[in-house]
Structure formats: structure tokens, C-alpha cells
């Protein structure tokens, strides 16, 4: 086994810092994006649902049903946007490997064979970072409207 010397600590420590600052400011962004969208997706759910106030239960679940697909596509939207960042700075040479490496990082899945140069390896961290956030972000909305749904049937289901 090799003993670290100043100049791979210097270039481990260049790296690191240079994953951290291109990792973060894509994750800043997706999660800042996400969070703006998921909020948007909730608060039309939540109006949406408050303007009816004799629905149809069906109707309820179909407002919901769209809510996720929405918060679906604005999933698929920050794996896009990390595909972008990783083809156009150089990393992955091909946007259909960028993407499919960028999915399976921000699903967590890991199914996709690591596509990063050497000395790059870490962005996979904050890939994933910013799916885990994005999905708890996405599951707490979701459970929210739940409890909309829930509350408006219990009480059809109390005045009956």
C-alpha cells in the first residue's frame, strides 16, 4: 500500500472541493427549484379542493391523482437538469449515459455503472443528496393532500 504524500493530499483536496462546489450548486438549484414547484403543485391542490366543497370524492382523488404526476414530471425535470450538468461540463460524453447515470444516482437505484472520470467520483453523492431530499419534499406534500382527501370524506361520511 501507497503512503499519501503532500501532492495527492493537495490533489484529493482540489477535488473534493471542486466535487463540493459544482455538487452544491446544482443541488442548491434542483432542491430550490423542487421546492418552489412542489409548493406551487400543493397550494393549487389545496385550492383546488377547497373551491369543491360537495365533491365527489373521485373527484378529490383525481385532483390528487394529477398532483403527483406533476410532482412526477418535476422529478424527471431535476434529473434533467443534473443530465445537463454533468454533458456540459464535460463529464459524461454522451447526454443519454449523462441522463441515465444522473437517474439512477438521484433515484438512488444505482443500477447504472458509475460513467464519472477519475477524480469525480463524489458528484454522485450530491446527485443522490438531492433525490432523497426532493422525494421527502414530494412525500410530505403527498401525505398532506392525503389528509385533505381524508378530512373532506370524513365529513360526507359524518353528516350521512
Do not use: H
Not at 87 to 104: T, V
Request: glycine share 4%.
Amino acid at each position: 500500500m501507497k503512503s499519501m504524500d503532500t501532492t495527492d493530499l493537495n490533489l484529493l483536496t482540489e477535488q473534493i472541493f471542486r466535487d463540493a462546489a459544482f455538487g452544491l450548486i446544482v443541488l442548491t438549484i434542483v432542491l430550490a427549484s423542487n421546492a418552489f414547484l412542489f409548493i406551487q403543485i400543493y397550494l393549487w391542490y389545496v385550492r383546488s379542493c377547497a373551491i369543491l366543497l360537495n365533491a365527489k370524492n373521485f373527484s378529490l382523488i383525481m385532483r390528487f391523482v394529477v398532483a403527483v404526476l406533476l410532482m412526477s414530471l418535476v422529478q424527471v425535470a431535476s434529473i434533467l437538469i443534473w443530465t445537463v450538468a454533468l454533458f456540459s461540463i464535460g463529464l459524461i460524453e454522451d447526454p443519454r449515459s449523462a441522463m441515465l447515470f444522473a437517474g439512477s444516482c438521484y433515484t438512488t437505484l444505482g443500477i447504472f455503472s458509475d460513467l464519472l472520470p477519475q477524480g469525480w467520483k463524489s458528484v454522485a453523492f450530491y446527485i443522490a443528496f438531492s433525490g432523497l431530499f426532493s422525494f421527502a419534499i414530494a412525500t410530505s406534500s403527498m401525505i398532506s393532500m392525503i389528509s385533505i382527501i381524508t378530512k373532506k370524506i370524513y365529513k360526507t361520511v359524518k353528516k350521512v
